[in-house]
């Protein structure tokens, strides 16, 4: 084989090898197309929110958005022709705001159900590496809650034959075995499967988060985020396995004591329950009875003498 020969057969080789354009296809986890446009920041509607917009992380996106510009579009919905409602990016558009911007670029997810849209602002913020564990048990029992809302069937002991089961579920899509039944891919994934597929946690992390926020009484949740307690989660399980008396107790002690509790140890010692050690004014009169009374003569010429001695 003459040497243009061999280089033809090598470039051959390299092309064959080469990376293809990827094909058409229909990708179970594609999202749908969005359309993104620029929109002016006073014609979105910012209410409702799962998690209130914290000013510090407001100013740290403000900073980046200064220097590099908006990154990633934030989602809206269509309320009526000029007005929508924020789903996503409350944080993003306080700091264009922040900023002096006029507009913000966003896309529009009007495809969305409203339960689809309250997962979509679930699941960005299960996403977010700065929650707290108290918030994010909140946003894990939250998205709970919607999702078998959307998908019933997917509870203990769910009606698969309710009108909503039919209602969420597309009939003509389904794909059935050669008797008629449904295949597994054709059933909805489980809350912690779903879960898992949609945000970065794992299935055990899930679950003991999801429990913790079902468990955990609102107004107390609320008096611990931002706490020392909130940042810890094997508090937040032993508060989740105590009833609601005993999390009412940690609810009215949180807003009586005068500074943040450092751990749930100290919140749940009692500062009124009586020392094991007898008090130093008891044990001196316990001791004074048992003193013969020649003792106690002396004792009281040398405090005679003390109090003299103060006076000078």
Not at 130 to 152: G, M, S
Request: with cysteine; hydrophobic share 35%.
């Amino acid at each position: 084989m003459t040497g243009l020969a061999k280089l033809k057969t090598k470039m051959a080789q390299g092309k064959s090898n080469a990376p293809r354009a990827p094909e058409a296809a229909n990708l179970p986890n594609a999202v749908p197309h969005r359309r993104s446009l620029p929109t002016p920041i006073d014609m979105i509607e910012v209410e409702d929110r799962l998690r209130s917009v914290d000013e510090a992380a407001v100013d740290h996106i403000a900073e980046s958005m200064e220097a590099r510009g908006q990154i990633y579009p934030i989602q809206i919905r269509t309320i009526e022709p000029g007005r929508f409602r924020l789903i996503a990016g409350a944080h993003r558009i306080a700091a264009a705001s922040k900023l002096g911007w006029t507009h913000i670029e966003a896309f529009l997810v009007d495809d969305l159900e409203e339960e689809e849209a309250r997962l979509l602002e679930v699941d960005e913020n299960l996403c977010r590496a700065e929650l707290d564990p108290v918030d994010r048990a909140h946003f894990f029992a939250t998205r709970k809650e919607i999702y078998q809302r959307l998908y019933p069937e997917t509870r203990h002991g769910g009606d698969r034959k309710s009108l909503q089961y039919r209602n969420n579920i597309n009939l003509s899509k389904r794909q059935l075995d050669q008797e008629g039944h449904d295949t597994p891919q054709a059933r909805p994934l489980s809350f912690v499967e779903d879960t898992a597929a949609s945000t970065r946690w794992s299935p055990h992390t899930i679950h003991v988060y999801t429990r913790i926020g079902e468990r955990l009484d609102p107004d107390l949740r609320k008096a611990l985020s931002g706490t020392p307690i909130g940042r810890r989660r094997k508090d937040l399980e032993r508060i989740a396995d105590m009833d609601a008396d005993k999390q009412q107790d940690l609810l009215q002690r949180i807003q009586n004591a005068e500074r943040q509790p450092l751990s749930l140890s100290a919140l749940t010692t009692n500062p009124y329950r009586p020392s094991s050690r007898p008090d130093p004014f008891e044990r001196l009169q316990k001791l004074w009875d048992k003193t013969p009374q020649s003792h106690q003569r002396r004792f009281y010429t040398w405090l005679q003498q003390q109090h003299a001695d103060e006076q000078k």
